[in-house]
Nanobody, 128 residues
Framework: QVQLVESGGGLVQVGGSLRLSCAAS????????MAWFRQDPGKEREFVAA????????YYTESAKGRFTIFRDNAKNMVYLQMNSLKPEDTAVYYC?????????????????????WGQGTQVTVSS
């Protein structure tokens, strides 16, 4: 049984930092690209960042570039999202997800429909 468990969310002030973690089990972790999405109530799930199976290539949404860093530890079956310079618009539930595709085409990483397993999410709230 595949499980993805996110942690590290919380309440932080504008300009602060958080590191989200996602622990994966029940799968061969290094066969999957990993990503972080976020969702506000009443809005569609939004791509934030993705990392390929090897960890060598990353993708970010424009608003995350320069502020967020995604990285993975295949030995620990973990993926992380380091978030710096947080803004109120970063407030959302953050989800990690797995993508079985092996591709360098960005379009396959930004769409939720290409992801087959999802965690339950962790709330991030940025207060001004």
């Amino acid at each position: 049984q595949v499980q993805l468990v996110e942690s590290g969310g919380g309440l932080v002030q504008v300009g602060g930092s958080l590191r989200l973690s996602c622990a994966a089990s029940g799968l061969t972790f290094n066969l999957y690209a990993m990503a972080w999405f976020r969702q506000d109530p009443g809005k569609e799930r939004e791509f934030v960042a993705a990392v390929t199976q090897s960890g060598d290539t990353t993708y970010y949404t424009e608003s995350a570039k320069g502020r967020f860093t995604i990285f993975r530890d295949n030995a620990k079956n973990m993926v992380y999202l380091q978030m710096n310079s947080l803004k109120p618009e970063d407030t959302a539930v953050y989800y990690c997800a797995t993508n079985p595709l092996r591709t360098l085409a960005r379009s396959y990483y930004v769409e939720p429909r290409y992801y087959n397993y999802w965690g339950q999410g962790t709330q991030v709230t940025v207060s001004s």
